[in-house]
C-alpha cells in the first residue's frame, strides 16, 4: 500500500512508518513543515520515500494530521485524519474542526481525545499509540529527574512550565528548551542520543496539564523508568498506581520526587512495572497491527 503522509510528529511518525507498507512523505527545497522530508533525527526505515508534492502518484490512501492537507491530497484518495491533540477553547463543548463531515474517518490517538472532541458525524476511532523497544534502558544513576518537552517557554502553563522550579535537580530536553531558568536544558538531542541521557536520570517528570498523553513518558516508561506526573488526561490510565506516581496535588509531587531521588531501590521497583505496562499496552505490533486493520477498511471501500 502507498500510504501519502506528511512528517509532522516525528516520534508518532516514526513508529507508523515501521510497518509493511511505502511511504511516501512530501519535501520541498527548504524542507519548510509542508516538505520537511524523511526524519533527519530518527531512524526510518528505506521504505520512507522523500517526493515533491506534485510527482506523488498513485496513492492508496492519505494520512493527515492538519486540517489544510485535505486540500493537498490526489482527488478521490480516502484520508484518515490523526488527531494528536486535546481541544482548545471552549472545553468540553469544542467542536472539531472536521465535524459533520463524510468523506473521512478521525483516528484519535487516547479515548480522552474522542471523548472531549465534538466530531459531529464524523466517524472516529481510537487507536493507541505504540512505541518500538528503545535501544537503551533506565539505570537510574544520576540523582536527577528527567522532562522531555517541545518549546515549554511558549507554551507555558500547558506544560506544566511554571511548575518545574519546584521540583529538585531537574534536567530538561527538547526543542526550545533553551532560556528556561532553575534547570539544566539540552537543546534538540538525537532521538538515540536523548534517551540515552534521559535513562541515566533517576525518574521521568510529566507536568502537562492540557495534553493528549506525552510519547515521551510512554518511552520512558518502556526503558523502565519510573514516573511522577500530573493525574490529568490521559496520563491515569496509561500509568498504573504501582507503576509511578499521580496526583494533582503538585506538593504530593515534589515529595515523590525527593523519595525516589533517596531511594533508588524504589525507583527500581515502580521503573520495573512501568516497563511491564507499556510494553503490554503500548507495543509497536500491536499499534501497526491496528493501522494496519483501519488501513483496509479505508481503502477497501475506495476501490
Known sequence: MNILIWH?????????VQG???????????RDEWGRGRARTFDWPGTV????????????VAIVQRPEEL?????????????????????????????DRD???????????????????TRTTVIEHGVPEPATTWTGAMDRLAIVTNEPIRRGRVTGTDLFGRFPSVDVFGMGVSG?????????LPQREMHEAVAQRRAYLHLCRWTSLGLSLIEAMRMGMPVIALATTEAVAAVPPDAGILSTRVDDLVEAAH?????????ARLGARARQVA???YGLDRFLADWDRLLEEETCGSR
Do not use: M
Not at 180 to 188: A, C, M, W
Open 180 to 188: 528556561l531558568s532553575g534547570v539544566t536544558t539540552y537543546e534538540d
Open 279 to 281: 510494553a503490554a499496552r
Open 71 to 99: 486540500d493537498l491530497i490526489p482527488p478521490h484518495v480516502p484520508a484518515i485524519y490523526v488527531e494528536h491533540n486535546t481541544p482548545k477553547g471552549d472545553v468540553p463543548n469544542s467542536r472539531h474542526p472536521l465535524a
Open 20 to 30: 509493511k507498507h511505502r511511504y511516501l512523505v512530501p519535501v520541498n527545497q527548504t
Open 259 to 267: 523519595w525516589l531521588l533517596d531511594e533508588p531501590a524504589e525507583a
Open 103 to 121: 468523506d473521512v474517518v478521525i483516528a484519535h490517538v487516547t479515548h480522552f481525545n474522542e471523548l472531549f472532541w465534538d466530531c459531529g458525524g
Open 8 to 16: 509532522v510528529h516525528g516520534s508518532w511518525t516514526t513508529s507508523f
Open 49 to 60: 520515500e522523500e517526493v515533491p508534492l506534485d510527482q506523488i502518484r498513485d496513492v492508496d
